[in-house]
């Protein structure tokens, strides 16, 4: 599957974004989605899964609270809402897909291209 990240830019301090993920080549039908990040000089974190379709949700501890992430079945999409965003919230963000363990383990079995969000104070 070939996953499409989109709906990085650049926002205030406090504003939100919403970013979606999209797939080609199969559907998510019996995979989870996730999404990660990396700011520069540190490592990848898990920010939020979704089991597929629309099922439980898991968030890292970092953005619990003021992520959101969602699946839209028809238009074989998951998006991540993101509130109150702060500086400490800038990076590149990856979704990925594989199962639900994988995804908050950090082993997905599939990575799509990262979108960059940076956050200015």
């Known amino acids: 599957v070939q996953l499409q990240a989109s709906g990085g830019g650049s926002v205030q301090a406090g504003g939100s974004l919403r970013l979606s993920c999209s797939a080609s080549?199969?559907?998510?039908?019996?995979?989870?989605v996730g999404w990660f990040r990396q700011a520069p000089g540190k490592e990848r974190e898990f920010v939020a899964a979704?089991?597929?379709?629309?099922?439980?949700?898991s968030y890292g501890e970092s953005v619990r609270g003021r992520f959101t992430i969602s699946s839209d079945n028809d238009k074989n999409t998951v998006y991540l809402q993101m509130n109150r965003l702060s500086p400490e919230d800038a990076a590149i963000y990856y979704c990925?897909?594989?199962?639900?363990?994988?995804?908050?383990?950090?082993?997905?079995?599939?990575w799509g291209q990262g979108t960059l969000v940076t956050v200015s104070s």
């Open positions: 990925a897909a594989g199962t639900f363990t994988d995804l908050q383990t950090m082993r997905p079995a599939y």
């Open positions: 979704i089991k597929w379709p629309g099922g439980s949700s």
């Open positions: 080549g199969r559907s998510f039908t019996k995979l989870s």
